[in-house]
């Protein structure tokens, strides 16, 4: 029976039988067995030039604790997509196993994933609704809740099943923790923030004195500045020192008067912190530009943001693998924002659920190394390594193949991306579907849908990958 308990040191914990009992495969699914360090040995080798990749032939938890052996803190992500426990049977494998298996399975994979990750490495556990309550207790215990950076949900149906008793589930979790989070880089989406101007100056703050260090404000045009008020009608403000303006910027210290937003400790800080400051014009009120850099990614991975789903990793699958595709694919498109989100070219990336080798290929694609590991013998030689050696050979060019350049349609509003079109295109499909223009022209309410569409989609794409690298292959025992 699950239940929670309290440890030693007040925490909340999951427990269940067999908790701390080695967990192997044999015959196709999971099973206790006894606990036993495991040799790697290179069967085979793909490709041209230095191997980048290896694909590992056995349990995910136990290669993940080899290789940390030998190789610890060097993976800068770990993604694990395990079997959901659903009940079901797949072409592939089956996905039923006791929950106390299940549980033990990924409580050492979960360790061994954190031995294996760099300081600056990051864990994301894909899953739906059925475990990741209890997953992430677990996670909690093994990365400490201080770790835990977010949970993501994925759209990962176009459309709900009609099959659903109450509520139709279209999405999918992401945990994402951090080795340490303190050391872990910023996700942002590459998408550049336009910069806002703040007046320092605010009415009803408290009239102070700041001082402002030499070539702190950016002027514009040289010359000098006589000191003296520099009200406007809403604020009263006074410069206290003539300001000599070299190469637009003041060449000496300079002290105001006024109501300010900033004290000096905040101003110091936000100067060293990089903070620009500018005036382009008098009278003499500087202002703090803000707002710049790129933007971060929410919690929210779905189609308007860009994002395939499963129908689209289906297609896909099938155009790989024929008749013969895999059940539960994962989008290439998905992979390729979690890799560029959470590391760099070059870096180590670990799946100890190869499954049809989605990570495996879309790491290869984006110049990262990668380590791939599946326990089915089978799945390795009927998916994992067939695709692998596609993608090598250049006979792939979909998924993360192509680069999608997000580039704004000369009718879109200036500042509007194309993501943003998006968005707003569904939105307003949503409002005519749901009636809210009733009274309006209903064929120039579908034309601006259309418009807003066609907008949207007006992306163009350029071949990242065309094949090349190698990757070698290694059985566990």
């Not at 797949?90 to 996905?95: G, K, T």
């Amino acid at each position: 029976m699950l239940h929670p308990t309290t440890s030693v040191r007040d925490e909340v914990r999951l427990t269940w039988a067999g908790r701390d009992q080695a967990v192997t495969w044999a015959d196709g699914r999971l099973q206790w067995g006894a606990s036993a360090p495991v040799t790697l040995t290179q069967v085979g080798q793909f490709g041209a030039g230095t191997p980048t990749g290896r694909v590992v032939h056995g349990i995910g938890h136990d290669v993940l604790a080899h290789v940390a052996a030998a190789e610890p803190a060097t993976a800068r992500l770990v993604y694990m997509d395990p079997p959901y426990n659903t009940g079901r049977t797949f072409n592939a494998y089956r996905d039923r196993e006791p929950r106390a298996l299940w549980l033990s399975m990924m409580r050492r994979t979960l360790a061994a994933s954190r031995a294996l990750l760099r300081p600056d490495g990051s864990v994301w556990i894909h899953l739906d609704d059925r475990e990741v309550g209890r997953v992430r207790l677990l996670a909690d215990e093994e990365y400490g809740e201080d770790n835990f950076v977010a949970d993501i949900v994925w759209e990962r149906k176009n459309k709900p099943s009609f099959t659903h008793a109450q509520i139709a589930q279209v999405t999918d979790h992401i945990l994402v923790y951090a080795a340490d989070r303190s050391r872990l880089p910023r996700f942002d989406t590459g998408e550049r923030i336009e910069p806002r101007r703040v007046p320092l100056h605010n009415p009803g703050n408290t009239v102070a004195v700041l001082t402002f260090p030499a070539g702190a404000v950016e002027l514009g045009v040289d010359g000098v500045i006589a000191a003296g008020d520099m009200s406007t009608p809403n604020i009263d403000t006074e410069l206290l020192d003539d300001v000599i303006v070299s190469g637009g910027r003041n060449a000496g210290p300079f002290r105001m008067r006024g109501p300010f937003r900033w004290n000096q400790a905040r101003l110091d800080k936000e100067i060293a912190a990089g903070t620009q400051l500018r005036c382009a014009r008098l009278p003499l009120r500087p202002n703090a530009i803000t707002g710049s850099g790129t933007r971060s990614w929410t919690t929210m991975f779905t189609r308007a943001t860009g994002l395939a789903t499963n129908e689209s990793a289906r297609t896909h699958s099938r155009a790989l693998f024929g008749t013969d595709s895999f059940d539960t694919p994962k989008p290439e498109e998905l992979l390729a924002r979690i890799i560029t989100t959470a590391t760099s070219p070059g870096d180590l990336v670990v799946d100890p659920f190869a499954g049809s080798g989605t990570t495996a290929a879309v790491a290869h694609k984006l110049g990262r190394s990668w380590l791939t590991v599946e326990a089915s013998q089978d799945v390795v030689d009927r998916y994992v390594v067939p695709r692998l050696r596609a993608v090598i050979a250049g006979q792939d060019p979909r998924g993360a193949s192509l680069e999608v350049l997000d580039e704004a349609s000369s009718s879109l509003p200036p500042g509007m991306s194309v993501r943003q079109s998006r968005l707003a295109a569904q939105w307003v499909a949503q409002l005519a579907r749901d009636g809210s223009f009733a009274g309006l022209d209903a064929a120039a309410v579908a034309g601006v849908v259309q418009r807003m569409r066609e907008a949207s989609s007006a992306t163009r794409t350029r071949l990242r990958f065309d094949g090349g690298g190698a990757f070698t292959t290694w059985e566990a025992a």
